[in-house]
């Protein structure tokens, strides 16, 4: 049986951080240059994932915007030798049950592409597609329900 450990991102993950986003938007992502600013914002969490070896295979962030009624789920990014285990999904559960614990009302995912993979992740987590702009944007209006939603579709 598979165990990660999800945690709070830490100073000493940036190397691991670099490799991953390495991998990303043809070396261009841009979460490698903000991640010192999201660690030391009050206004953000910043979740790490490890594997079973205790190594950091995703990290994802969760800015909190009006006065914490909206969570915005950024910067999921998953290690390229890592992806299709689900580790994507697994952590974008997690922000939404501590956005649930944190009372926000609220959950926004927002991709700028509109890949199998945005689609079966913002699908499993129980958000519908409600705009396309620039970006895409994902949405779901009462996180508590949600994530009844996916502890009745979990396994």
Not at 2 to 18: A, K
Request: one cysteine or more; aromatic letters at 10%; hydrophobic letters at 45%.
């Amino acid at each position: 049986v598979f165990m990660s450990v999800i945690r709070r991102f830490e100073e000493r993950d940036f190397g691991r951080l670099n490799e991953i986003c390495s991998k990303c938007y043809d070396g261009r992502d841009f979460l490698p240059s903000v991640a010192s600013k999201l660690l030391a914002d009050k206004a953000v969490s910043f979740f790490a994932m490890e594997n079973e070896k205790g190594e950091l295979v995703a990290v994802s962030v969760t800015q909190w915007m009006d006065d914490g009624k909206v969570a915005y789920f950024m910067g999921l990014r998953v290690a390229s030798e890592a992806r299709r285990h689900g580790h994507a999904a697994s952590l974008l559960k997690h922000q939404l049950a501590d956005a649930t614990a944190r009372g926000a009302k609220v959950g926004r995912f927002v991709r700028d592409s509109n890949t199998q993979a945005t689609k079966a992740i913002a699908t499993a987590c129980g958000f519908e597609f409600v705009a396309f702009w620039p970006v895409l944007r994902w949405e779901c209006e009462v996180l508590k329900q949600q994530v009844q939603w996916l502890k009745a579709h979990s396994k």
